[in-house]
């Protein structure tokens, strides 16, 4: 009777063991095996400007056309792992063997510029480090111990008078420049799949390449202690870069083991026994009053999950920071850190890790914070444009969501364009080349959201306030608050929800409360005359206000054949008389009362590079039609095929 007591005992606490420790026993390896790269497991990776779909990290993005250029990106491993440590006296030194699958495909001729298998302390992406840099280091950190980095390149460009070759692989240590490189007979970036596996016992660096796991040849060994160059703690990953030559650069599956050191418990079963019983009495003691606590903490980590799974499943999802680190970025959301305030919350400036960053506290107030958060998580997240302001990430943690951007540190274009009469900071009033490249580069990332990414965007809050303007005061669209992808060709149905600044509005939306391109191409117009008049839009729906209407002030002068007055008065007539009028001509044609004879974005670039002419506006203000009449076929202007006006296309929030 006792004897199987005992035994039930010894059953259950194994049971215990395997249950509530199901990683004890790998806790003395440093361990991880993916074959592929499912979303369930993205959060065991730290990417640095690096995607992962399903199949493959994409240590460089995968992205279309000249995107493609000039990118550098870093993927690790989560955890850090122990590469050395002092014990006692004795250093001891920990060994490792990792196999990774390879896939680098050409995208020009040549393909440029290779990925590395890298091991740092300091796993953030050094900034420039595109094109020759492969992602290791930058022109200012090669051949600097701050570096903290030894890598393991795959060379696929003679980039530099000491590159043996454009296939080879090399050893670096706290540079680009290798200490020993071989040419390979597996020819790297022709899309074939390649397997790599690279060993160190401690004293030398090992590595072996083949197109199979069963034709792996070794290539090059080196005696290296990698202690003298790289902290106790180091992450493993890849980096990558491309130039003015590109290649996907993808990793298939990849493979790490390594001697845990940290770990030294020689913890024996009875000891382990004894543990467990005491963990029991205490769990089952504290258990309850626990009980209560628990239900609500997992109600709120569903919530927070829901929102990281929806994020997660983009490719490019941007970094996901804890609360800790932002209030300490922020100095606790300090209010002398406060950059401005918007409809969906507070922006802040912060420092996260010697770089500057703006971090916006979505207020709990804001109707939809939840939808307007994922909205811009996912839409300007997986987008990329140097007339953007890019995401670089994102924190939801105990009721806070908090968006991560990069700092603009000329603010907001408002701010120079309504000069504020009690501040009068008239010399902060732009020129005109100024003006007209910010027109210009609004139009670009206008133009990209509608025709140039996967899915089409669609902005809908252009306005002013909404425009950054980053040190050299070029133009980068924000706020991505009320963005909306288009899944077209659904079934049809409406979205009731009128959004956007009046003053900006297109009049259609006001009868069919419903975005589109040609509402986007709207506000875009009534932007152009902002900057170019340093007027306020004003407000064309209540009737009283009628004059003050931006749109309808200046075609009025437009009638009268006086539109250079509408020039803003700060210019002092600085400016090309020309340029102003096929400017404005654009402002007025993009605020057409008729949505179908709006150019679309498209058309209005090729306008401002002067590719096309300006299209001609009646003299006469054309009164509001609805339903409006789409132009005869001719007249057609093909790029807005597939907009909302033609018949089947809908815009559902995601
Ligand atoms: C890439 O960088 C090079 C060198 O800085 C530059 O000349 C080139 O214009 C860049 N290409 C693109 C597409 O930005
Ligand atoms: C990078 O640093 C190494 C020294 O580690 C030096 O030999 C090499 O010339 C440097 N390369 C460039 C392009 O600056």
Same mark, same amino acid.
């Not at 024996?268 to 609500?296: D, Q, S």
């Not at 939809?368 to 998580?377: L, P, R, T």
């Not at 009268?560 to 402002?587: H, P, Q, T, V, W």
């Given at each position: ?31 991880? $095996? ?11 990776? #730290? ?31 989560? +955890? ?21 699958? @390879? ?11 290779? =990925?590395?298998?890298? /091991? ?105 202690? @990698? ?21 996907? $650069? ?16 020689? =913890? ?14 205490? =769990? ?28 997660? %499943? ?11 680190? =932002? ?15 918007? !409809? ?36 300007? !997240? ?55 490249? /910010? ?20 902005? #809908? ?26 899944? +077209? ?30 509402? %986007? ?51 002092? !007539? ?62 057609? %202007? ?6 909302? @006006? ?9």
């Amino acid at each position: 009777m006792s004897f199987s007591l005992v035994f039930k005992f010894l059953i259950f606490a194994a049971f215990i063991r395997i249950s509530f420790f199901p990683h004890v026993s790998c806790k003395n390896f440093h361990h991880f $095996n993916f074959s592929d790269f499912p979303y369930e497991r993205i959060n065991e990776l #730290r990417r640095f400007d690096s995607g992962i779909n399903k199949y493959a990290i994409q240590v460089t993005y995968d992205l279309s056309g000249d995107r493609m250029n000039n990118l550098s990106g870093r993927s690790f491993y989560r +955890d850090p792992f122990t590469l050395w440590r002092i014990n006692g006296k004795k250093n001891t030194t920990a060994t490792f063997s990792t196999t990774f699958k @390879l896939n680098i495909a050409n995208q020009s001729n040549p393909g440029g510029e290779g =990925l590395a298998f890298i /091991i740092t302390g300091k796993p953030d992406l050094p900034r420039n480090s595109e094109g020759q840099w492969l992602g290791i280091v930058n022109s200012s950190t090669n051949g600097s111990s701050e570096a903290q980095i030894v890598a393991v390149e795959f060379d696929t460009r003679k980039s530099f008078s000491e590159d043996i070759d454009d296939n080879h692989i090399g050893l670096n240590v706290n540079s680009i420049f290798s200490m020993d490189q071989v040419p390979l007979s597996v020819k790297l970036s022709s899309g074939e799949n390649i397997t790599v596996r690279v060993e160190y016992d401690g004293k030398n660096m090992i590595a072996f390449v083949g197109y199979g796991l069963m034709e792996l040849n070794q290539v090059l060994s080196q005696n290296i202690d @990698l202690s003298q160059y790289l902290p106790e703690k180091v992450f493993v990953g890849f980096s990558a870069s491309t130039s003015n030559f590109v290649q996907s $650069n993808c990793v298939l599956s990849w493979e790490f083991h390594g001697t845990d050191i940290d770990k030294k418990r020689n =913890l024996n079963w009875v000891w382990m026994a004894v543990v467990v019983a005491v963990v029991l009495l205490l =769990l089952t003691g504290v258990g309850f009053c626990l009980y209560r606590r628990r239900k609500h903490e997992l109600e709120e980590l569903k919530d927070a999950e829901g929102i990281e799974s929806h994020i997660n %499943d983009f490719t490019m999802a941007p970094k996901k920071f804890k609360l800790r680190e =932002l209030k300490k970025a922020t100095g606790r959301f300090s209010p002398k850190n406060k950059l401005g305030k918007g !409809g969906f919350g507070t922006v802040y400036k912060g420092t996260w890790k010697n770089r500057e960053i703006a971090v916006k506290r979505v207020s709990e107030t804001s109707r939809h914070g939840k939808q307007e958060f994922i909205a811009e998580v996912t839409t300007i !997240g997986s987008l990329r444009h140097r007339s953007l302001v890019k995401l670089i990430g994102w924190c939801y943690e105990k009721h806070e969501l908090l968006l991560v951007y990069e700092y603009m540190p000329n603010g907001s274009l408002d701010k120079f364009i309504f000069v504020d009469e009690k501040t009068g900071l008239d010399e902060s009033t732009l020129n005109w080349e100024t003006r007209v490249s /910010i027109i210009h580069g609004t139009a670009q990332a206008l133009e990209y959201l509608h025709n140039g990414c996967e899915k089409r965007v669609l902005h #809908r809050d252009i306005k002013a306030s909404n425009i950054l303007l980053d040190s050299d005061f070029k133009a980068r669209l924000g706020d991505f608050g009320l963005a909306r992808t288009i899944q +077209d060709q659904k079934t049809h149905h409406s979205t009731n929800e009128i959004a956007g600044t009046p003053g900006y509005m297109a009049p259609e939306i006001f009868l069919t409360g419903r975005a589109t391109v040609e509402t %986007d191409v709207y506000a875009f117009g009534v932007l152009i005359m902002e900057v170019v008049c340093g007027r306020k839009p004003g407000n064309q729906c209540e009737q009283n206000n009628y004059n003050s209407s931006i749109v309808h002030w200046l075609w009025e002068l437009h009638r009268k054949g006086r539109i250079l007055d509408a020039a803003d008065s700060k210019l002092e !007539g600085n400016f090309s008389e020309e340029e102003m009028e096929y400017i404005l001509i654009l402002g007025l044609a993009c605020c057409h009362p008729n949505p179908h004879q709006r150019p679309s974005m498209k058309l209005v670039l090729q306008v401002l590079s002067g590719e096309a002419t300006a299209p001609e506006v009646p003299t006469e203000r054309p009164s509001f039609v609805w339903p409006a009449m789409p132009p005869s076929f001719s007249e057609w %202007d093909q790029s807005l095929a597939g907009s909302q @006006l033609t018949p089947f296309s809908e815009i559902t929030g995601r």
